[in-house]
């Protein structure tokens, strides 16, 4: 069974671009969690993907957006980035909509210029 | 006031000590989580319960539901147990997103 894996580990961008990270989830589950973590503090809920639909989202502007596809990977896209953007991100994936235990990747650090 | 709040931000404790830390949460919630973070971010879920207590190894959560608190104890502490333990609870609003603590930085000393 493989884990949670997240891609690229780590990425410097400048104000105004666009990046993607991507998730791929642990085998069997359906669902996929995208937090933020800026540096000391706990993570913030961004969205959650369950079988290709979003299943909710937090407080983030629509700059920021998903997309979950057939084999349940993930991708997390934030366009015009912004100085705050700089923070880790990590995605979780899960069973049944994430009422069952979340399982983390690795993170990638993000780090806007 | 924050949804989640834990308790020492930070502990500082001798190898062999027990260890506890608290968290308590303001919203109903179908669950809650305690997660380790080590340095470099990766995540580690180590328990969820949403009542009574689990214990796994020298690790032991109890959750009071009534009271809406929480506690992770570690008993024997040992160095590699350095670590950000995060509370995050589960909502049970219809949205099952995780609403996180912000941690404790807890350091062993050998």
């Known amino acids: 069974e493989t884990g949670v894996t997240q891609s690229p580990t780590h990425l410097i961008k400048t104000r105004g671009q666009q990046v993607t990270l991507r998730c791929s989830s642990q085998s069997g589950h359906n669902t996929v969690s995208w937090y933020q973590q800026a540096l000391g503090q706990g993570p913030q809920f961004i969205f959650q993907y369950y079988r290709e639909e979003e299943n909710g989202r937090g407080n983030f502007p629509p700059r920021f957006s998903g997309l979950q596809f057939p084999n349940y990977s993930s991708e997390l896209n934030v366009n015009a980035l912004e100085l705050d953007d700089s923070a880790l991100y990590l995605c979780?994936?899960?069973?049944?909509?994430?009422?069952?235990?979340?399982?983390f990747g690795p993170g990638t650090r993000l780090l806007v210029l | 006031k924050n949804e989640v709040e834990q308790s020492p931000q930070n502990l500082t404790a001798q190898e062999g000590e027990f260890i506890t830390i608290n968290c308590s949460y303001s919203v109903g919630i179908s669950a809650l989580h305690w997660l380790q973070q080590h340095p470099g971010g990766g995540i580690v879920s180590l328990f969820m319960?949403?009542?009574g207590k689990k214990k796994h190894g020298r690790l032991i959560a109890t959750i009071n539901i009534q009271e809406k608190h929480s506690s992770l104890h570690i008993t024997a502490s040992h160095p590699r147990d350095s670590a950000v333990y995060i509370c995050?609870?589960?909502?049970?609003?219809?949205?099952?997103?995780?609403?996180f603590g912000t941690g404790t930085r807890l350091t062993i000393i050998p």
């Open positions: 979780a994936s899960s069973r049944a909509g994430g009422v069952e235990t979340q399982y």
């Open positions: 995050a609870v589960l909502s049970n609003f219809g949205n099952e997103k995780l609403t």
């Open positions: 319960l949403s009542s």
